[in-house]
């Protein structure tokens, strides 16, 4: 069972059993969120807290346990009678995932391409209102970074979106400060030049597709743009 809808129903089922159930995947995939939303007033314990975990097995016959890729052997552990729904960040051992009556994996974002569009734009748009912005977000999903889920996916966003909310001013303020932080030595002026003259003649390239046109644009004689151009790697 990979699609999340379907495992939103296998856990929504399982409320009513006194089974186990365990959901597996990558950190930050979604899958805490996703238990909450069905278990909401359950218990949740760390597994790596072993002693909190037995107390609570003895005390409560609902309980929702966490980086359960910790956990090496069951022996210690009494399932029976309970409803157990584990959440590993791992896909772990044959031998565990046997103690389990239902077994999910939940795919990387990578994986769910209509759920990270959905999910991106309702992101997009809260962000846009934090920073009071009034115009509406459009997403670049190409831009997005999903290496770590929904963790680099956030981080994406909010710098997309800054990027393009900045003010020269404001980009001028940034370069200011990390001068003030990195400007030493004795060639610094030919070391940091290209912080504004490279994307200046990749942008100018990119919008007018030619080094004749950009060259007027800029002022530059051909041969000087052509030249910055190889002293920057630009292609």
């Known amino acids: 069972m990979n699609n999340i809808k379907s495992i939103a129903k296998g856990l929504k089922l399982s409320k009513s059993l006194f089974v186990s159930s365990i959901i597996m995947g990558e950190p930050y995939t979604g899958k805490m969120e996703l238990v909450r939303s069905i278990y909401p007033q359950s218990i949740y314990i760390d597994a790596n807290d072993e002693e909190e975990l037995i107390n609570a097995l003895q005390i409560h ?63 997009a748009k809260q962000i846009g209102n934090d920073l009071m912005m009034k115009e509406p977000i459009v997403v670049n999903f190409k831009e997005l970074d999903l290496s770590q889920n929904f963790k680099s996916l956030k981080v994406s966003l909010y710098k997309q979106i800054l990027k393009r909310s900045l003010t020269l001013d404001d980009i ?16 610094g002026y030919k070391e940091y030049i290209g912080i504004y003259e490279r994307p200046l003649i990749k942008a100018g390239l990119k919008k007018y597709k030619s ?20 002293e920057h790697r630009i292609n």
């Open 211 to 230: 080094q004749l046109k950009l060259s007027d644009v800029l002022g530059l004689n051909r041969n000087t743009l052509r030249k910055k151009i190889n």
């Open 61 to 123: 016959d609902e309980i929702i346990i966490y980086n359960f890729e910790v956990i090496s052997k069951l022996d210690k552990y009494d399932f029976q009678n309970k409803r157990i729904i584990a959440i590993a960040n791992k896909t772990i051992s044959n031998d565990i995932q046997k103690n389990f009556a239902f077994i999910y994996n939940l795919p990387p974002l990578s994986q769910r391409e209509e759920e990270v569009k959905k999910v991106a734009e309702k992101l």
């Open 172 to 187: 001028e303020e940034i370069l200011f400060n990390k001068f003030l932080e990195k400007l030493d030595g004795k060639n």
